[in-house]
């Protein structure tokens, strides 16, 4: 069954760039969507973007001059990149794939990304 | 942008009992609506989707129901590990995809 990992930095420094990367394994992540959603302690889910194979977006309205997601096929993974963080990006960060009707499932196990200097 | 209502924020519901969760669309979202479940420390896990249709693995007690803007996540005969926090998304109108602000089901 295909599983999902996080990985990249716990700690950003306000204004510098978010990077993580999600791995996908027991399957390709070819022929359909993935998305990375947010949360941030104690509250609720927040939809980030999705990213198709073809390296097609769609990012939420509320961070679009901000997000950039990138797929690499032949690693398996795809990637988030958030630009001018503040203390508001402070959140867990999960990884998920995209049903084709845009439900999400699984969903990896999340990272905490902590922004602060 | 569609904004989910979810009520009550907590429910306190016996094992064994019946709960009831009730999730509200700003407009119509059809069918288009999830159901998740978290426990602490952990990940979402979906349990719903098309409104009534279970996920793969999902127990039959977890039912789902609605069209529109209102929907329900009932869970009848309530077992200890169905104790959680649980999120309706609508996926009809996007972006954004939204979610509810949550439900948490406590032990009564």
């Known amino acids: 069954q295909v599983q999902l990992q996080e990985s990249g930095p716990g700690l950003v420094k306000p204004s510098e760039t978010l990077s993580l990367t999600c791995t996908v394994s027991?399957?390709?992540?070819?022929?359909?969507?993935w998305s990375w959603i947010r949360q941030p302690a104690g509250k609720g889910l927040e939809w980030i973007g999705r990213i198709y194979i073809s390296g097609s977006t769609d990012y939420s309205p509320a961070l679009k001059s901000r997000v950039t997601m990138s797929v690499d096929t032949s690693k398996n993974q795809f990637s988030l990149k958030l630009s001018s963080v503040t203390a508001a990006d402070t959140a867990i960060y999960y990884c998920?794939?995209?049903?084709?009707?845009?439900?999400?499932?699984?969903w990896g196990q999340g990272t905490l990304v902590t922004v602060s200097s | 942008e569609i904004v989910m209502t979810q009520s009550p924020a907590t429910l306190s519901v016996s094992p064994g009992e019946r709960a009831t969760l009730s999730c509200r669309a700003s407009q119509s979202v059809s069918s288009n609506l999830a159901w998740y479940q978290q426990k602490p420390g952990q990940a979402p896990r979906l349990i719903i989707y098309g409104a009534s249709t279970r996920a793969t693995g999902i127990p039959a007690r977890f039912g789902g129901s609605g069209s529109g803007t209102e929907f329900t996540l009932t869970i009848s005969s309530l077992q200890s590990e169905d104790f959680a926090v649980y999120y309706c998304q609508q996926y009809n109108n996007w972006p954004p995809i939204t979610f509810g602000q949550g439900t948490r089901l406590e032990i009564k």
């Open positions: 998920a794939r995209v049903n084709v009707h845009n439900w999400f499932d699984p």
């Open positions: 027991g399957g390709s992540i070819s022929s359909t969507y």
